[in-house]
């Protein structure tokens, strides 16, 4: 089981019993951002099925769910997920961190674990979306290797605004 501690902060992979957690985690930070596929109140699984999903990436070679502890408080999130059949050989990666933890470092620790899980479970490529408009995430990804394979026009609305998204690929081969 992966886990990296840093100083105060745990990264760790989510189990089954942190689903509760995970869920108050999402509806907040979905309030706080207008950068992610979902907004305030729209995280709407049940802690159960949240627990269910948990135990099924625990059990999959090529996929986990990283969470992210300052204490014991859940501050950020990551996943790289397989891509299935002829696409085996890639992931996609997400990741959210909490607004109070911006700008504090949280962010590339996360990014770094996720790279590092996918380099040792034996991942080539790993795929990830950013709204073309969020200039620091993308200038993270980019300080990580990633690089911008394309745009998706309107790909997301947000307040009856359409918004591009850029798709970035890293090259882990």
């Keep these: 089981m992966f886990k990296l501690v840093n100083g105060d902060i745990i990264i760790r992979e989510g189990v089954p019993e942190d689903a509760e957690a995970l869920i108050a985690y999402l509806n907040t930070i979905g309030g706080e ?15 159960e099925r949240e627990r269910e999903f948990l135990k ?27 891509k299935p059949r002829r696409m085996g050989h890639r992931a996609e990666l997400g990741i959210s961190v909490l607004r109070s933890e911006w700008g504090r470092g949280v962010g590339t620790l996360l ?15 790993l795929d990830l979306e950013v709204r073309s408009d969020n200039e620091k995430a993308i200038r993270l990804y980019k300080k990580l290797g990633f690089t911008v394979c394309g745009t998706i026009p309107g790909y997301m609305k947000v307040n009856g605004e359409n918004h591009d998204v850029l798709t970035m690929c890293l090259d882990l081969r």
């Design 33 to 47: 951002s207008d950068n992610l596929s979902f907004g305030a109140g729209e995280f709407t699984i049940t802690i």
């Design 111 to 125: 990014m770094e674990a996720l790279i590092a899980y996918a380099r040792d479970h034996g991942l080539e490529y």
């Design 56 to 82: 099924t990436t625990l059990e999959k070679d090529k996929s986990c769910l990283l969470v992210v502890f300052r204490g014991d408080r859940l501050i950020a999130d990551g996943s790289v997920s397989q």
